[in-house]
């Protein structure tokens, strides 16, 4: 399976994204799906996750800013991201994973700077 991040870029505080993270090779339906973004020193954190059934849990930083969907017909999860915030600059790195499986993309930067 690999993963493969498009949509990030440079965007004004307030504005906003839209990530997309398409899986090739098979992913199960009820694998959970997600987004974690990494600043530079800092650890890599939780964004948001879907799982299989559709429930979403969302970082305490990101609730009522960030959306997360997924089209699994299409094997793809999205993250709209509105209201961003210079704090929300990071480099995001799309995540699937059916236990004990578990992959990773590459990651996309996205820098909110005016």
């Known amino acids: 399976v690999q993963l493969v991040e498009s949509g990030g870029g440079l965007v004004q505080p307030g504005g906003s994204l839209r990530l997309s993270c398409a899986a090739s090779g098979s992913i199960f339906s009820s694998a959970t799906m997600g987004w974690y973004r990494q600043a530079p020193g800092k650890q890599r954190e939780l964004v948001a996750v879907i799982g299989g059934n559709g429930i979403t849990n969302y970082a305490d930083s990101v609730t009522g800013r960030f959306t997360i969907s997924r089209d699994s017909a299409k094997n793809t999860v999205y993250l709209q991201m509105n209201s961003l915030k210079s704090e929300d600059t990071a480099v995001y790195y799309c995540?699937?994973?059916?236990?004990?499986?578990?992959?990773w993309g590459r990651g996309t930067q996205v820098t909110v700077s005016s």
């Open positions: 995540n699937v994973r059916l236990v004990p499986l578990n992959y």
